[in-house]
C-alpha cells in the first residue's frame, strides 16, 4: 500500500517529484545504486490505467538489470497479450480489414531479436507495471511517500543541502520544507518544475483524443485474432481498438478537436455509442470505466538540466503512442541519470560528469520524438487503397535502431569523428561497439551458465579485455587503486567464454584489446590492442570520461 504518512518526510540526497514510469523508475536505479532518495507524489496512490502496453527491448534490458525483468513478463496483462501481435486497419472490429502495417521500418513485438538483446518486446499495462517499480524501488530502501505536493524550490542553499523544497501533505494541508542535494523532475508533460524554470517546450501537436476505458465481451467478434490495434474508420468514428485482455476489456481512442466538440459532450452514453460503431455491434451494452482527453504531441524541452534540477520522462519529452518508444525513452532517461548522480556522489567522478545528461538524452530524445510523430504521420496510410498508398517518408529508421542503436556524443565517452549520422546525428546501424553506442549482446558462459554480456554491467564501469590482455587487467587494478575508482574487469575467453566466438566482430577490437563500458551498458572508451604503456592510457581515459 503506498505510504502518505507526511511525518515520515526527511531530507535526502535525491529528491524525485512524480510517481509515473520515469519518476518510479528513477528512485529504483538510485536506491540500486545506493543513493539516499526520496520519491514524493501528488496524488493519493498510483494511477493505475493501462495508459501504455509496452515495453521495448532497451528496456527490457534495464529491468533485467533491476532484477524485475521475469516478475514483469510474469504479470497478468503481459501474460494475456504475449502472444498478439500486428496493427490492422478495418470498418470496425467486425467489417471488412483495409489492411495492416507491414512495412520495412515495423519489427513486430513477436519477432526474433535474440541476435541482438537477452531481452525482447513485453506487452503489459501500464498500472501494472508501476506497482512492480513501487515495490522493488521500496525494497532496495527508496522512500516513497504519497499524498505530497511540491510548492516550490530553490537551489542556492548551503553545500550538501542545495535544493529546499517546500511540500505540503494534500490531506491535512500541513507544511515543511525538505533539502536534498539534487532534485529530478519527472512531474508530467505539464511539469510545474519545468515551468518555474522557464525551459521552453516546444513542438507540435498531432490530434487530440478522448481515451475510453472499457469493458464488453467480445471474444466472438474477436474470432481468435490476437492484434496489437485495429483502426476502425466509418462515417460513426475514426479511432482505435486496442484490447488488453482479448476478451472483455478494451480502451478506444477517439480522433476529436477540441475547438468544435467540447469534452463534457463525452457522456457515458455517447461513448457507449462510439464503442458499438468501433466495434460494429450494435447491440452491445459496454460497461464505461474510465473517459479520458489526451494530446498527441510531439515536444522535447530545450534543456534537461537547469543547475541541480534534471528532468525525465515525459517532463523532459512527449511523443505519439506510434511506435510504443514513450515510456521506455522515460526508462532510459532515468537509468542515464541514476549512475551519474551516484558516481559524483560517492566521489569517483566529477560534477561536470552530470553535464553529459543533457548531451546525451536531449539529443536522443528529440530524434526518438521525432521518429514517433513520423510514425504517427504515416498511419493515415493504412486507410488508402494500394494503389492510392503513398510511399513511406525515407527519414522513418527501423523500430530496432530507435531501440537499440542511437550513439552518444558527449564528454562522458571517447571523442568521435565518422561524418553525420541520419536523425539529428544519433542513428546508427553499426552493432561493433563504438563509442557512445550500446555494449552489442554478446552470449558468454562462466561456470557452464549462460549469461549476456549486458548482465555484467550495473553499478560500476567495467573493462572488458581479449584473450591476451592480462596488460589490460594489471593496468586496470593499479588505476582503479590510484583513482579511488571502482572498475570490474573480466577477459572474453579467459575468466568468460565467448559462446559464439564474436568478440572481435562485436567489439571491434583484437585478442590484445580493451572496451571500457560504463555501468549504464555504454561503450565509453576502447583501444584495438596493447599498446606499451596501457596504465598511462586506461589512466587518461578514465580521468577524462569521468571528468576527475
Known amino acids: 500500500m503506498p505510504n502518505t504518512d507526511f511525518n515520515m518526510l526527511r531530507n535526502t540526497d535525491v529528491l524525485v517529484v512524480g510517481a509515473g514510469v520515469a519518476g518510479l523508475t528513477a528512485a529504483l536505479f538510485l536506491a540500486q545504486e545506493g543513493v539516499d532518495c526520496l520519491l514524493i507524489e501528488r496524488q493519493q496512490g498510483l494511477s493505475g490505467h493501462p495508459r501504455s502496453r509496452g515495453i521495448h527491448p532497451r528496456a527490457m534490458e534495464l529491468m533485467r538489470a533491476a532484477g524485475i525483468e521475469r516478475e514483469i513478463r510474469s504479470l497478468p496483462s503481459a501474460r494475456l497479450l504475449a502472444d498478439n501481435s500486428g496493427v490492422i486497419a478495418a470498418d470496425s472490429l467486425t467489417g471488412a480489414e483495409r489492411g495492416a502495417l507491414d ?13 541482438l538483446t537477452p531481452a525482447g518486446w513485453c506487452l503489459c499495462h501500464q498500472g501494472e507495471m508501476e ?108 479511432g482505435a481498438l486496442l484490447p488488453l485482455d482479448n476478451a472483455s476489456e478494451w480502451l478506444l481512442h477517439i480522433v ?42 510531439a515536444r522535447t524541452a530545450d534543456r534537461f538540466r537547469a543547475g541541480r534540477v534534471f528532468l525525465a520522462g515525459d517532463s523532459a519529452h512527449v511523443m505519439p503512442p506510434s511506435g510504443g518508444f514513450g515510456s521506455s525513452t522515460g526508462i532510459q532517461d532515468a537509468h542515464n541519470l541514476a549512475w551519474k548522480l551516484a558516481a559524483v556522489l560517492d566521489g569517483w567522478a566529477g560534477p561536470a560528469l552530470l553535464d553529459s545528461y543533457d548531451e546525451e538524452r536531449r539529443t536522443v530524445s528529440r530524434a526518438t520524438v521525432e521518429q514517433a510523430a513520423l510514425r ?32 552518444y556524443r558527449s564528454s562522458a565517452v571517447m571523442p568521435w569523428d565518422e561524418g553525420v549520422l541520419p536523425g539529428h546525428g544519433v542513428w546508427s546501424a553499426q552493432h561493433d561497439g563504438r563509442p557512445g553506442s550500446r555494449a552489442p549482446h554478446l552470449w558468454l558462459r562462466r561456470d557452464g551458465a549462460e549469461l549476456s554480456v549486458l548482465d555484467l554491467f550495473g553499478s560500476r564501469p567495467v573493462l572488458l579485455t581479449g584473450r591476451d590482455g592480462r596488460a589490460w587487467g594489471d593496468a586496470a587494478r593499479a588505476v582503479s587503486a590510484e583513482l579511488g575508482l ?55 581515459a578514465l580521468t577524462s570520461l569521468l571528468s576527475r
Not at 512495412?103 to 541476435?115: H, I, L, N, P
Not at 490495434?229 to 460513426?236: D, I, K
Not at 447491440?283 to 498527441?296: C, F, Y
Open 131 to 238: 506497482e512492480v517499480l513501487r515495490a522493488r524501488a521500496e525494497r532496495l530502501g527508496a522512500a516513497l511517500r504519497f499524498g505530497t505536493e511540491l510548492l516550490g524550490f530553490t537551489q542556492d542553499g548551503p553545500e550538501g543541502a542545495e535544493i529546499t523544497a517546500r511540500v505540503r501533505d494534500r490531506a491535512t494541508g500541513a507544511e515543511r520544507t525538505l533539502t536534498s542535494r539534487y532534485l529530478i523532475a519527472a512531474d508530467g508533460a505539464h511539469s510545474g518544475i519545468r515551468g518555474s524554470l522557464g525551459i521552453p517546450f516546444d513542438g507540435e501537436v498531432l490530434g487530440h483524443y478522448v481515451n475510453v476505458h472499457f469493458r464488453a465481451d467480445l471474444r466472438t467478434q474477436l474470432a481468435g485474432r490476437r492484434f496489437l490495434l485495429c483502426y476502425t474508420f466509418n462515417e460513426r468514428v475514426r
Open 256 to 297: 476529436y478537436d477540441p475547438a468544435t466538440t467540447d469534452l463534457a459532450s463525452f457522456t457515458d452514453e455517447r461513448c457507449a455509442e462510439l464503442v458499438r460503431a468501433a466495434t460494429g455491434v450494435d447491440g452491445l451494452r459496454p460497461q464505461i470505466l474510465d473517459v479520458s482527453p489526451w494530446e498527441g504531441a
Open 376 to 407: 504517427s504521420k504515416d498511419r493515415p496510410r493504412l486507410n488508402a487503397t494500394a494503389q492510392e498508398r503513398p510511399s513511406v517518408d525515407p527519414d522513418i529508421v527501423e523500430d530496432s535502431t530507435v531501440w537499440l542503436s542511437w550513439r
Open 103 to 115: 512495412e520495412k521500418y515495423v519489427m513486430d513485438v513477436g519477432a526474433d531479436v535474440g541476435s
Open 486 to 540: 571502482p572498475l570490474e574487469t573480466y577477459g572474453i575467453g579467459t575468466d568468460l567464454a565467448d559462446v559464439e566466438d564474436r568478440w572481435p566482430e562485436l567489439y571491434g577490437v583484437t585478442a590484445q584489446g580493451a572496451v571500457l563500458v560504463r555501468p549504464d551498458g555504454v561503450v565509453a572508451w576502447r583501444c584495438a590492442d596493447t599498446p606499451a604503456f596501457p596504465e598511462d592510457t586506461l589512466r587518461a
